[in-house]
């Protein structure tokens, strides 16, 4: 979905928002569901416009083959930013999008990143690139962003 201004990019935001908290509780145990219906809020978050910046983010996603499993491939992301002296890791997944789906929903759910605010929290501002807090600013500005009252 490409975002052209601010207006076009409150919408989705809250949406994938509201997705990623589905996917948190349900992996919490506090909400019920088939790992089909699961696996296809990864998908989607996955195919959303926030996993092009993931990498912005310092989040990574590996794969292997796991010896145990018979040599099936396992995907998994991991989260490293400047200054860290190591680094979160997700969950492992069957395939590629569930991986890069579960670190957009962790990406939602950043302390670090304001989403509502446009902007990386003060104590925070040195662990991501220029490029995107450039890119969080010009998406959530708060006269146009989340929360924001649309005018007319």
């Given at each position: ?30 909400v ?35 010896d ?45 990143i ?28 708060p ?10």
């Amino acid at each position: 979905m490409p975002v052209a201004t601010n207006e076009s990019a409150a919408p989705w935001i809250a949406i994938l928002t509201v997705s990623a908290d589905l996917l948190s509780q349900h992996d919490q145990g506090e909400v019920e569901g088939g790992q089909r219906e699961f696996h296809e809020l990864r998908v989607r978050l996955a195919a959303s416009p926030l996993a092009a910046r993931l990498s912005d983010a310092g989040y990574e996603i590996h794969h292997r083959a796991d010896d145990e499993a018979g040599g099936t491939i396992v995907f998994w992301w991991t989260l490293l930013r400047r200054g860290w002296s190591s680094c979160e890791v997700g969950d492992d997944f069957v395939t590629r999008e569930e991986a890069v789906g579960d670190a957009v929903r962790a990406m939602l759910h950043d302390s670090d990143i304001g989403w509502r605010e446009g902007r990386i929290v003060e104590a925070a501002e040195g662990q991501f690139t220029a490029a995107f807090k450039d890119w969080l600013s010009s998406v959530t500005a708060p006269r146009s962003g989340l929360g924001a009252v649309p005018a007319g």
